[in-house]
Structure formats: structure tokens, C-alpha cells
């Protein structure tokens, strides 16, 4: 039974194929080698690849989540999380390390750039000392 016409163009394509396919199938594991030297196996490996890389695109196109509000300052001892989380909150300066051993929140308005409206965005700060980390995990 003859192969049908796309199948026979990709037959030729695939007896005399480019250096950059021979490369491309050369990455290929084994298995998917050997299924690449006929035309319906390469065939089907192209448009597998094509669905795929369609979906990827496609993503978030569909993907209706809403993007969190929350930053978190997590780091370790003495890193200024929490002078960094009271600047945000409230512009106060703090000279050297505030040490919090709680967890701080607050809800501030941050502007993400000109011309644009500011969001409300939730601020978490967490200690970063050894004893309060075991408690989380």
C-alpha cells in the first residue's frame, strides 16, 4: 500500500535529510531514534513536539490565576528584614538591626510605575532565627 502523499514528501525529506535534522534526531534517546527513521514516526514526533510547544505558549493565555499580592522577607539573622519591612510599612529609619522575633504583616500601597494606579500589596516578614525557622517547617 503506497504511502499518502504528505507521507511520501516527508519520506524523500527523510532519505535525504539536512544536517540540522540528522543533529536534531541525534539528540533524540534511542527508542525515539529508531521510531524517527520512518516518515510516520517522524511524522508524529513533529507534530508532538509542535502540540507541545503550542501548549506552553498557550498557557498563560488560558491560565486565569490571579497573581498574588504578598511579599515575604525571608532570610537569615541580622539581614534587615525587619528594617527593610518597617521602612516599607511606614518610612521610619532605623539605624542598624531591628531584631523581631514574630511575625510582622501589613497591607501597604506600592505604585508600579509612572502613570499607573497604585496597588494595595501584603507585606510578611518572618525571623529568620534557627528556633523560629524549626517551628515553620
Same mark, same amino acid.
Given at each position: 500500500?503506497?504511502?499518502?502523499?504528505?507521507?511520501?514528501?516527508?519520506?524523500?525529506?527523510?532519505?535525504?535529510?539536512?544536517?540540522?535534522?540528522?543533529?536534531?534526531?541525534?539528540?533524540?534517546?534511542?527508542?525515539?531514534?529508531?521510531?524517527?527513521?520512518?516518515?510516520?514516526?517522524? $511524522? &508524529?514526533?513533529? #507534530?508532538? !513536539?509542535?502540540?507541545?510547544? *503550542?501548549? =506552553?505558549? /498557550?498557557?498563560?493565555?488560558?491560565?486565569?490565576?490571579?497573581?498574588?499580592?504578598?511579599?515575604? $522577607? &525571608?532570610?537569615? #539573622?541580622? !539581614?534587615?528584614?525587619?528594617? *527593610?519591612? =518597617?521602612? /516599607?510599612?511606614?518610612?521610619?529609619?532605623?539605624?542598624?538591626?531591628?531584631?523581631?522575633m514574630q511575625d510582622n504583616a501589613a #497591607?501597604?500601597?506600592?505604585?508600579?510605575?509612572?502613570?499607573?494606579?497604585?496597588?494595595?500589596?501584603?507585606?510578611?516578614?518572618?525571623?529568620?532565627?534557627?528556633?523560629?525557622?524549626?517551628?515553620?517547617g
Amino acid at each position: 500500500m503506497p504511502l499518502p502523499e504528505p507521507l511520501q514528501q516527508l519520506s524523500v525529506l527523510l532519505q535525504h535529510q539536512p544536517a540540522a535534522i540528522r543533529q536534531l534526531i541525534a539528540y533524540l534517546p534511542q527508542d525515539l531514534q529508531k521510531v524517527a527513521q520512518t516518515p510516520e514516526g517522524l $511524522l &508524529a514526533i513533529i #507534530v508532538t !513536539a509542535a502540540v507541545g510547544i *503550542l501548549c =506552553l505558549f /498557550l498557557l498563560p493565555v488560558f491560565s486565569s490565576r490571579k497573581k498574588g499580592n504578598t511579599i515575604i $522577607l &525571608a532570610g537569615p #539573622v541580622n !539581614a534587615g528584614k525587619t528594617t *527593610l519591612f =518597617l521602612q /516599607l510599612r511606614d518610612g521610619t529609619q532605623h539605624n542598624g538591626v531591628v531584631a523581631s522575633m514574630q511575625d510582622n504583616a501589613a #497591607v501597604c500601597s506600592v505604585s508600579p510605575g509612572k502613570g499607573k494606579a497604585s496597588k494595595q500589596v501584603r507585606i510578611l516578614d518572618i525571623p529568620g532565627h534557627q528556633s523560629y525557622l524549626q517551628k515553620l517547617g
